[in-house]
Nanobody, 125 residues
Framework: VQLQASGGGLVQPGGSLRLSCAAS????????MAWFRQSSEKERDFVAT????????LYADSVKGRFTISRDNAKNTMYLQLDRLRPEDTAVYFC???????????????????WGQGTQVTVSS
């Protein structure tokens, strides 16, 4: 599976962005997909994950109520809607996919086999 993330950019605090993750290769609908983010020297942090059918979603507490994850299996694409952005949301956002991910390990980046290249989100006035 090859993943291509896009949609990042510079936005003012309180603004919105929509990230996309286009998948190609093996069947897209076979497993969990997720977004992680990484800033400066920090670890890659979990943001959100979504199950195969889209009905199972989990969010980091820091983004709950502001970000929305979704996927369109017919288009082989996953999305992350970022609303009410804050300066602390500034990071490189990575999409990931894995066929062995289950709910209990879905927040762990080591559970995912495939990664996109990342897209920069900068929140600043």
């Amino acid at each position: 599976v090859q993943l291509q993330a896009s949609g990042g950019g510079l936005v003012q605090p309180g603004g919105s962005l929509r990230l996309s993750c286009a998948a190609s290769g093996r069947s897209f609908s076979t497993g969990f997909m997720a977004w992680f983010r990484q800033s400066s020297e920090k670890e890659r942090d979990f943001v959100a994950t979504i199950g195969r059918g889209g009905s199972t979603t989990l969010y980091a507490d820091s983004v709950k109520g502001r970000f929305t994850i979704s996927r369109d299996n017919a288009k082989n694409t996953m999305y992350l809607q970022l609303d009410r952005l804050r300066p602390e949301d500034t990071a490189v956002y990575f999409c990931a996919a894995g066929s062995r991910v289950i709910v209990s390990n879905s927040r762990n980046p080591n559970a995912y086999d495939y990664w996109g290249q990342g897209t920069q989100v900068t929140v600043s006035s």
